[in-house]
């Protein structure tokens, strides 16, 4: 059973950069679609970025296109996020979650309801 663990969160100012982490223990994280997803304070949770399996395809939200970065490293199996030229409104938990559904699958979803496991979150505040 693979356990997720998110890592990498705190406080930065506006401008900044950040780096969350997400280590996987159990097998077989390597196969698995993953994505990150947030939730502001008041808000729903929203989808960040996905990756599939192999890290070949990514996908993100319009909100965080071209300063988040997701990628994965099978070997150790971690998903990582790097944030940068970060706003106020990137003020959220962070999760990341696995796609089991989508093992070795050429594309990863943006939809919430179809990741089935999820990390505990960390916390990113983003300040003025």
């Known amino acids: 059973q693979v356990q997720l663990e998110e890592s990498g969160g705190g406080l930065v100012q506006a401008g900044g950069s950040l780096r969350l982490s997400c280590e996987a223990s159990?097998?077989?994280?390597?196969?698995?679609?993953m994505g990150w997803f947030r939730r502001a304070p008041g808000k729903e949770r929203e989808f960040v970025a996905a990756?599939?399996?192999?890290?070949?395809?990514?996908y993100y939200a319009d909100s965080v296109k071209g300063r988040f970065t997701i990628s994965r490293d099978n070997n150790k199996n971690t998903l990582t996020l790097q944030m940068k030229s970060l706003k106020l409104e990137d003020t959220a938990v962070y999760y990341c979650?696995?796609?089991?559904?989508?093992?070795?699958?050429?594309?990863?979803?943006?939809?919430?309801?179809?990741?089935?496991?999820w990390g505990q979150g960390t916390q990113v505040t983003v300040s003025s």
């Open positions: 159990g097998r077989p994280f390597s196969t698995y679609a």
């Open positions: 990756v599939t399996w192999s890290g070949e395809a990514t």
């Open positions: 979650a696995a796609d089991r559904s989508r093992s070795f699958s050429w594309y990863a979803t943006r939809q919430l309801s179809d990741y089935d496991l």
